[in-house]
């Protein structure tokens, strides 16, 4: 819908309030100029949810597991949306069938407000072309709508499959029922004319008494049959296609927990039809009898390369119980002859002979030839933006290095000395190699929104929300249906530049403090070299004379001379948007001012390498001050400045007051900082805390960053759920990474964040979080942390919906409080 795969046209509606709320309007996401940003019936809804509904057509059957609602804000012109809403769906367009999840509910719930995005997932599955959302209210009221819809096209063709329904066993007492209880089509002798569980994308566990679903009843995922109640001895299914198909197999999952008399099918005899008739020979086929092992396996059944729009397969008993959870076809597309004069004279139906009608199944050279056509467009493509990229490249090799230095308000730099270090090791340091990908602090909306260009299949997160295996369902791995972002359960943020955000939000920073000076490069000397990005170095330096650049407030605590200084240098090949974002960081950075923010003290601009020098306080940062320390005895005196080893809570407590005053500064200023961590935080003397962002750049943190597919590092277990999974990065975000930050200090750093959890598992848990199930994992209550801290306050930060979580001057208040009380 959002990404306009789905036409205008393929969009109606059972009535419209107007032109401008008319069915094509009805897109999650997209607010279109000519509409009022949402589909609306022209009448109220009425509490059944019948009569009014919002039409999809998808052109072709498509396998759906997800689907998502908004309602209509209009830019704050409209509040309406659908508390709840029903969807029924149709494959033939005709025969209509209402969703239900798997315990019989209908209604599915919808929208609090008008402005969120409301993902459902659909237990079971549909496999649909046509959709339908009809909303539902408790009384008559105005409702407006906006829909996405996920899933993937249905390859597999199947349009509906015939069997008898599944039977009751008891074992041990035990009432196992083995019927197809999300079948959608009539149920009388057979169940006929629909689908359910042997298509759901689910295949049961190897005790068929356990489900995959919580709370369901024991036999749930399999349909099965007794042998006593087939004379016969066997199971017959007939499975309707929407076209003719040419066959290589079929797969179905049985059950075999030979132990409880059940067991895979003997033998499988399937028969083929493309018109009226039957044909023959049949293929028949036995697999091998497994007694060494009770698992639940897949069983293929090879058909031959047979062609046919119906399959009538007769599954043979070979126990007292047979039990199927999935049933799976490989096919493809064909055209064949199918007449019966060609099958009396006896001609292979699928190699019709001096038959001038017949036409070659040609679909895999149609594709060949398309893929190269692809192919040669896309390398065209390149060719052409590589060409344009250098022309512009030696366009802006030639403009003016003043067009650059424009960007500040005030011309930072008055000399013209060489950078030059006093320690000629320089060049000999190693240091991390880890790309700086992760922003520095700048400012960013309230509620600012990552665009979506995410990287699918966040490290391998999606792996367990597939459906089968690649051999059995390779054609069934699902995707958005109209295009656009992932799903929020398939997506992985990327990083993007300060450059494309910082324009966009309520505060400009187009001012720079004119007092900024030009630092002389040959006062620095080199001491130690604490990381290296992508772009530029981050050293750790003594300045000469920096008593002449410090303001008032910072030359009475840095009497020392030289002082320990942190140096961040850009490499001088970097390229333009590498040179404005260091830019656009110095005249941020020169706006800050707080006694809780590390302090941009000068800059090196007037000649490369470009320099920015800041405060780095003599006890480095957070995380190695706390390391080093214990939680005394009751007996033993808190920590005192001067050497003690031990640091009682009230101080810790201190040290969590003062980041919270820094970053209440930067929230009242829109600034998210996106990396908050003890790694990121400086100590001074008496224990001052200053927040910087350093943390990324030192080889000692790279184990707290997760590289994802060689791109972005992404510091995941400080980050919250919506963060990793949506890309979305606000004041909340920076609250979730605050509750962390304050664990860390509880505890002493003395343990990474889940530490027991792997990265991958870190990831997991945050896509608990999102589905909101219950199952999520929190991090641990320190020794030393009372009840009310981490029930009130910590636990808080991590709340699910980021609007509930506190603010910044919330949290500083509450842990002022708690102080207060010590």
Request: with cysteine; hydrophobic share 35%; charged share 25%.
């Amino acid at each position: 819908m959002t990404g306009g795969k789905i036409h205008d046209e393929d969009i109606s509606a059972s009535s419209q309030w107007s032109e401008s709320t008319a069915a094509r309007f009805g897109r999650l996401d997209l607010d279109n100029s000519d509409g009022d940003g949402a589909w609306c019936p022209d009448i109220m809804s009425e509490p059944d949810g019948l009569k009014q509904y919002l039409q999809v057509d998808l052109r072709s059957l498509h396998f759906i597991t997800l689907v998502g609602t908004q309602g209509r804000h209009a830019d704050g012109m409209g509040n309406e949306f659908a508390q709840r809403y029903r969807i029924s769906y149709s494959r033939d367009g005709s025969s209509w069938v209402g969703w239900h999840d798997r315990k019989g509910r209908q209604v599915i719930e919808g929208n609090k407000n008008a402005y969120d995005v409301v993902l459902k997932d659909l237990e079971p599955p549909i496999i649909a072309r046509y959709v339908r959302f009809m909303p539902v209210t408790d009384h008559s009221m105005i409702v407006c709508m906006r829909v996405e819809l996920y899933g993937c096209e249905w390859l597999d063709g199947l349009i509906s499959y015939s069997l008898p329904d599944g039977h009751q066993m008891i074992y041990r007492g035990i009432d196992v029922y083995l019927n197809d209880s999300v079948y959608d089509g009539a149920s009388a002798e057979r169940l006929t004319k629909g689908l359910g569980q042997l298509t759901d994308g689910t295949w049961g566990l190897d005790d068929f008494l356990h489900s995959h679903f919580y709370g369901m009843w024991p036999g749930y995922d399999y349909v099965g049959w007794n042998n006593k109640s087939f004379p016969k001895g066997y199971v017959e299914m007939i499975f309707d296609f929407d076209h003719i198909r040419n066959f290589t197999s079929i797969k179905v999952h049985c059950n075999n927990m030979f132990t409880r008399g059940v067991s895979v099918f003997r033998q499988a005899t399937c028969f083929f039809r493309s018109g009226s008739e039957w044909e023959s020979p049949p293929v028949s086929f036995s697999p091998t009898v497994d007694r060494a092992s009770q698992r639940a396996r897949f069983v293929t059944v090879p058909l031959g390369d047979r062609t046919a729009s119906t399959i009538k397969c007769r599954f043979h008993f070979a126990d007292l119980w047979m039990l199927f959870s999935e049933v799976a076809f490989q096919s493809g597309s064909a055209v064949y002859n199918t007449s019966r004069s060609a099958r009396k004279q006896g001609h292979p139906t699928n190699i019709p002979v001096d038959d001038p009608t017949h036409k070659v199944d040609d679909s895999n050279t149609r594709i060949l030839i398309g893929c190269l056509v692809a192919i040669i467009a896309i390398l065209m493509t390149i060719i052409v933006i590589i060409f344009w990229r250098q022309v512009w490249q030696k366009m802006l090799e030639k403009a003016s290095r003043r067009i650059l230095d424009d960007e500040l308000t005030a011309r930072l730099a008055f000399q013209t000395q060489n950078f030059s270090f006093h320690n000629s090791s320089l060049s000999s340091e190693g240091g991390s190699t880890m790309n700086s990908t992760y922003e520095r602090i700048f400012p960013l909306c309230a509620d600012y929104q990552e665009p979506s260009r995410f990287v699918r299949k966040l490290a391998e997160f999606a792996d367990s929300m597939e459906s089968l295996d690649n051999e059995t369902t390779g054609h069934r791995s699902c995707k958005r249906l109209a295009g656009g972002p992932d799903p929020p359960h398939y997506a992985e943020a990327d990083i993007i530049s300060l450059q494309e955000s910082s324009d966009q939000c309520s505060i400009t920073v187009n001012m720079f403090d004119s007092s900024m000076k030009e630092f002389p490069r040959h006062k620095l000397s080199f001491k130690e070299k604490l990381g290296e990005g992508q772009f530029g170095e981050v050293h750790l330096c003594e300045a000469e004379d920096m008593q002449d650049f410090l303001d008032a407030d910072l030359s009475e605590e840095n009497t020392e001379s030289p002082l320990l200084v942190a140096v961040k240098t850009l490499r001088e090949d970097a390229n333009k948007n590498a040179r404005n974002d260091f830019l656009k960081e110095i005249r941020i950075m020169s706006c800050l001012r707080d006694p809780n923010i590390v302090r941009l003290l000068a800059v090196c601009v007037d000649t490369d390498p470009l320099c920015m020098i800041t405060e780095y306080m003599e006890n480095g940062d957070l995380n190695q001050f706390l390391h080093k320390l214990s939680l005394p005895d009751e007996t033993t005196p808190g920590y005192e400045a001067g050497g003690e080893t031990t640091v009682n809570y009230s101080k810790l407590m201190d040290m969590a007051v003062q980041i919270a005053s820094g970053m209440k500064y930067l929230s009242s200023l829109n600034f998210v900082h996106r990396d908050l961590a003890t790694r990121n935080c400086l100590v001074g003397r008496n224990c001052t805390i200053k927040i910087a962002d350093f943390g990324m750049s030192r080889n000692l943190y790279r184990g707290d960053y997760y590289r994802i597919q060689g791109r972005a590092v992404l510091p995941i277990r400080w980050m919250s759920w919506e963060s990793i999974l949506l890309g979305k990065f606000t004041m909340a975000s920076d609250v979730w990474a605050f509750g962390v930050t304050l664990w860390e200090i509880l505890t002493l750093c003395k343990l990474q964040p889940y530490a027991h959890l792997s990265d991958e598992q870190v990831i997991e848990n945050t896509g608990e979080f999102f589905r909101d199930k219950g199952k999520q994992v929190y991090l641990t209550k320190p020794s030393c942390c009372p009840d009310s801290v981490y029930n009130e306050l910590m636990l808080s930060c991590w709340r699910r919906n980021a609007k509930q979580r506190p603010s910044f001057e919330e949290i500083h208040l509450c842990l002022m409080e708690s102080l207060q009380k010590l």
